[in-house]
């Protein structure tokens, strides 16, 4: 790989303007180009950061000698086909959660990545949170024991949304359960690994959208309460509880900047703050896969990746929750 990794952008939406701007903040890597359907957009992002090239189409981007690693930053039913796309004309791919609508994308999605040898991870950038990371390490250690309860949770209200948008259209894979609804999943599954039963049950809009689900996943000495939903705010906390002790991760938690560490009386804490708006770790780790001829992370690898998306599709096969373009 080159001395600096060429990054280009594919779908210059909201969350692409926060993954840019802490590339800035992370050695090795630069943007060099966007991609969107309408050219001036494209432009306009491009003249914004900085980048080099801007193209009128995804195709032209795939196509283009000055790009290293693509991340994809498209709404949920935009990742499979371009993907896949990508990975075809020789790109490495960080592409936005969830990495497919389905277990059938995630696992073609991955094909391509092995077929092309080339670099694939989802952008579970929660994974490489400080806190999340510090949780993680203090559970290894033992810290709190055999861990017996693991509550998250993930809500904002936004039944005042367009309902042609992606969060209430089932044609755009809308509802809670893939937008907000993966980040609690996941940390039950970092946390506990697979449970042995899931139970799950949704509230639906008037579009056909799941906007609340609730989810138990049950282990043989553990419970994981889970919720996600877009019809009222929440406390977006989560507790890991072990039997000598629990770790208590900020809210907003899936984007913390530290952690409580409760064992009987006593209270210890971690400040553990991000760098930029968080996602510079992630981006930090493909560059680091990426110089050393990693083809997948050992933090999020393909199968977690697979194993997330089955967790997924169990969730929405208990709670009822079905996109039009499955059926």
């Not at 971690?270 to 708006?277: A, F, H, R, S």
Request: hydrophobic share 40%; with cysteine.
């Amino acid at each position: 790989m080159k001395e600096i990794i060429r990054w280009g952008i594919l779908g210059p939406g909201k969350i692409a303007h926060s993954f840019v701007k802490d590339l800035k903040l992370v050695n090795g890597g630069k943007l060099v180009a966007v991609a969107s359907r309408n050219l001036d957009r494209a432009k306009e992002f491009a003249t914004l950061y900085g980048a080099e090239h801007a193209y009128g189409s995804y195709g032209e981007m795939l196509e283009s000698k000055h790009v290293d690693v693509i991340y994809i930053a498209t709404p949920h039913t935009g990742h499979f086909e371009w993907a896949i796309k990508a990975m075809e004309h020789g790109k490495h791919v960080l592409c936005e959660k969830p990495l497919g609508i389905n277990m059938f994308q995630v696992e073609k999605i991955i094909d391509a990545a092995q077929k092309n040898r080339v670099f694939l991870m989802e952008a579970m950038w929660s994974r490489f949170n400080p806190a999340i990371l510090k949780t993680k390490e203090l559970i290894q250690s033992g810290k709190i024991g055999e861990i017996g309860y693991v509550h998250a949770d993930f809500a904002f209200y936004a039944l005042d949304r367009d309902e042609k948008g992606r969060l209430l259209n089932p044609d755009l894979a809308g509802g809670s359960v893939l937008d907000i609804g993966i980040y609690p999943i996941f940390l039950a599954y970092l946390i506990l690994g697979m449970p042995e039963e899931i139970y799950a049950v949704s509230n639906f809009h008037k579009t056909g959208a799941e906007v609340q689900t609730s989810m138990i996943f049950n282990y043989p000495k553990a419970q994981a309460i889970l919720y996600s939903g877009l019809t009222s705010n929440s406390g977006m906390k989560a507790e890991i509880s072990g039997s000598k002790g629990s770790i208590f991760i900020d809210p907003r938690w899936h984007e913390a900047h530290g952690l409580t560490l409760t064992i009987e009386d006593n209270e210890e804490r971690y400040e553990l703050p991000p760098i930029g708006k968080g996602y510079a770790h992630e981006i930090a780790e493909v560059h680091e896969c990426l110089q050393s001829g990693k083809l997948q992370s050992a933090l999020w690898g393909h199968q977690q990746s697979i194993d997330l998306m089955q967790l997924m599709d169990t969730v929405r096969q208990r709670a009822g929750i079905v996109f039009p373009f499955e059926t």
